[in-house]
């Protein structure tokens, strides 16, 4: 029985850092690779701090203490997986056996009609300008 996409089980343990079987790897290139792909990490990533965060609502105090203990936690949470979005996608697309490289599919395609026409106006970049073509800080 060869299946294509995660049952439910399956997605949330992926999605919290669990390798699925090769099997699906299609389906997980295009979930970290493809298009949403940013928004469907910050979805995962804005998750966990909520139920973390959750019990200091039930203690007894005014909204804005409620805010001023939380909202800080919460927002700096967000901010740090909107930042280490492509090294972490990175990670999970080289843990799946995947080309890291990958996550810039969409910007290449984007930007295609640019390199085309820089070509055609100053003829092919130079060969050591291939280590600057890719987004990985390493």
Same mark, same amino acid.
């Given at each position: 029985m060869s299946?294509?996409?995660?049952?439910?089980?399956? %997605? *949330?343990?992926?999605?919290?850092?669990?390798r699925l079987p090769d099997s699906?790897? /299609?389906w997980v290139a295009e979930d970290l690779a493809g298009q949403g792909a940013v928004r469907r990490h910050m979805i995962r990533c804005a998750i966990p701090p909520l139920f973390?965060?959750?019990?200091?609502?039930?203690i007894p105090v005014s909204?804005?203490?409620?805010?001023?203990?939380?909202?800080?936690? %919460? *927002?700096?949470?967000?901010?740090m997986a909107l930042a280490l979005n492509k090294?972490? /996608?990175?990670h999970r697309l080289?843990?799946?056996?995947?080309?890291p490289n990958l996550v810039d599919v969409i910007k290449r395609k984007?930007?295609?009609?640019m390199h085309e026409d820089y070509v055609r106006r100053f003829g092919p970049r130079p060969e050591d300008a291939k280590s600057q073509s890719n987004s990985s800080p390493f």
């Open positions: 299946t294509t996409k995660p049952n439910l089980w399956q %997605y *949330i343990t992926y999605a919290y850092g669990r699906m790897q /299609r973390v965060l959750a019990p200091f609502w039930l909204l804005y203490m409620h805010m001023e203990m939380t909202a800080p936690i %919460y *927002i700096w949470a967000v901010l090294p972490w /996608r990175r080289a843990q799946h056996g995947l080309d984007k930007q295609a009609r």
